[in-house]
């Protein structure tokens, strides 16, 4: 694997890390216990193809890299549960949104994470195969 998304990381910083001998870029919550976290482990092939990176909360990251002549964003999220409050559950969809769109302007955009979406056990063509799981909940529509 070049690039791994990880989600519910509860690390307490932002920035550059590393994991044992792998890069990572973390977006935490530094001001008190951490409940959420994002973070995008890299290959070292990948590492030096970074352009940039940007944490905006401890739910949604994004990267920005090099893949030969194409720049393609890689953003890191975690969706609240549909029991969050709905106020931080509009805000967190609210700034996945704008994100996309914003970095599709200039890159690819591939999103990674855990969404928290439960989108039936339907086929939904380009979605999900024929494996999925029974129930649906707002996050999957």
Known sequence: MNIL?????????????????????????EIRR????VALLLSECKTSKVVEWKEISSRLMWVR???G???WAIVSAYGPRCETRKEEWN???????????????R??????????ARVG??????VIG???????????E
Request: aromatic fraction near 6%; charged fraction near 25%.
């Open 34 to 37: 951490a409940r959420e976290g």
């Open 69 to 71: 002549k194409e720049c």
């Open 65 to 67: 890299v090099m893949l």
């Open 121 to 126: 056990a339907g086929e939904v063509e380009v």
């Open 5 to 29: 998304a990880l989600c519910e990381t509860m690390i307490n910083e932002k920035g550059e890390v590393m994991f044992s001998e792998v890069s990572g870029i973390v977006s935490g919550i």
């Open 130 to 140: 024929k494996y999925g799981i029974p129930g649906e909940n707002e996050s999957g």
């Open 91 to 105: 805000e967190f969809w609210n700034e996945l949104t704008m994100c996309v769109e914003r970095l599709s302007k």
């Open 107 to 116: 890159n690819y955009v591939v999103v990674m994470g855990d969404l928290n």
